[in-house]
């Protein structure tokens, strides 16, 4: 029996560190391990307070709680904090029990314990490094919170800019509007001003003329006619050029020639008084185009017009204009050509753009011949001008009413 408890305690020897102290806590006993762990010998160990391997970190309540609980007669366990004798830690899993006498009374303290050195400082360094990443978090969230913060005003002052480069943008737009409107408005009405002109110098003569005929029953009712004819003109022009401002207005199929004998009406009078003739070379009932015959009208107008002051200055008893037409599969196309004088190259570029003219500023407004050209574009055709050996010719090509 007694070899076996030895074989036990030798047992316990070699995979445990054990000491053994009196009731005072003076060591009686340490074991080899006891000594290789706390770097004292035996010797030094047998008659010294356990003290001797307290560290000074462990408070002294942990203490507290071993005594109370041994002197209690109760185990203790817990992991203590110790120095060896080279100051360095180590740490011990304890398990302290207390020893009776047969009546009860404490004969001594037995404590075995495990080397968890390795375990513990493993979970300090786990901690520390918990710790630094919670801290690392930490000034993250701050930067973070604080660059959100930023953002936000940053967001909040970009939606105040916007607000207010949309307010002033919708102010420029609304004022880009109304001179946009203002701009349409002087465009019509300078347009009007410059298409009355012909009609009004028509009535000036058929005025003159009524005067002189009076007694001449058929030749006053022509002439009454004819002066009605350009005051209807001068009312339609205004809902003509009403129409070329509103991009819903429909289109109708008209005859060419009718365009062009509603302009020759207008300028009869004043032609004939200038001796300036006007030869027609296409059919009256062939050519159909898709758009509006008074716009047209005002474009074979502006030509024309600018024909007859071509002749301006020039002493010759055969001032001629030819108007040819013609057409093909897809296209009609007009010519109107002049023995007049001849447009200077460096002018001929600049006769279609607005508000160019080679007149005195009485006479020419500069916008006859642009409107014509939105006019014949609008239509989805094309307008030209060029010198030839006689004059001038002006061409234009509209696509016919069933060209796909």
């Not at 366990?77 to 398990?95: C, E, H, P, V």
């Not at 007694?215 to 009712?221: A, C, H, I, M, T």
């Not at 003109?233 to 129409?243: L, N, Q, R, V």
């Amino acid at each position: 029996m007694i070899d076996k408890l030895k074989q036990y305690q030798n047992a316990i020897d070699e995979s445990n560190i054990v000491s053994k102290t009196d009731i005072n806590g003076v060591i009686t006993f340490a074991n080899d391990e006891f000594c290789k762990i706390s770097g004292y010998s035996r010797k030094e160990l047998i008659g010294s307070s356990h003290n001797i391997v307290r560290h000074p970190d462990v408070s002294k309540s942990v203490f507290k709680k071993l005594w109370d609980t041994i002197l209690a007669k109760k185990v203790y366990k817990g992991i203590i904090k110790n120095r060896a004798k080279d100051g360095s830690a180590f740490y011990l899993k304890a398990t302290i029990i207390p020893i009776l006498y047969p009546n009860g009374d404490i004969e001594e303290f037995v404590a075995i314990r495990q080397d968890v050195s390795e375990i513990v400082k493993l979970n300090e360094k786990l901690l520390k490094a918990q710790n630094e990443l919670e801290s690392i978090n930490q000034n993250l969230q701050k930067v973070v919170d604080e660059k959100t913060s930023e953002l936000k005003n940053l967001n909040e002052n970009l939606k105040i800019k916007v607000r207010e480069e949309i307010a002033k943008n919708e102010e420029k737009n609304r004022l880009m509007l109304r001179q946009s409107r203002f701009a349409s408005m002087g465009e019509l009405v300078a347009n009007i001003a410059h298409q009355w002109r012909q009609p009004l110098n028509e009535l000036s003569i058929n005025l003159f003329n009524l005067k002189r005929n009076i007694s001449d029953e058929e030749k006053f009712l022509k002439i009454y006619n004819d002066s009605k004819f350009l005051i209807q003109t001068m009312s339609k022009t205004i809902d003509d050029f009403k129409h070329f401002f509103s991009a819903d207005e429909p289109s109708e199929e008209f005859f060419i020639y009718d365009a062009m004998s509603d302009t020759l009406r207008m300028i009869n009078a004043t032609f004939e008084k200038k001796n300036i003739k006007i030869k027609l070379n296409f059919p009256k009932s062939d050519i159909k185009i898709l758009g509006h015959r008074g716009e047209l009208s005002h474009v074979f107008l502006n030509i024309l017009t600018n024909a007859k002051d071509a002749f301006e200055g020039i002493n010759s008893s055969k001032k001629i204009i030819t108007v040819n037409a013609s057409k093909d599969r897809r296209h009609a196309y007009i010519e109107i050509e002049n023995n007049g004088s001849f447009i200077e190259d460096n002018v001929m570029d600049k006769i279609f753009e607005p508000y160019f003219t080679t007149k005195h500023k009485l006479s020419g407004t500069g916008i006859g011949l642009y409107m014509s050209k939105l006019i014949v574009k609008n239509m989805g055709g094309q307008i030209h001008a060029k010198n030839t050996e006689n004059g001038v010719k002006f061409m234009i090509n509209l696509p016919l009413r069933n060209n796909k």
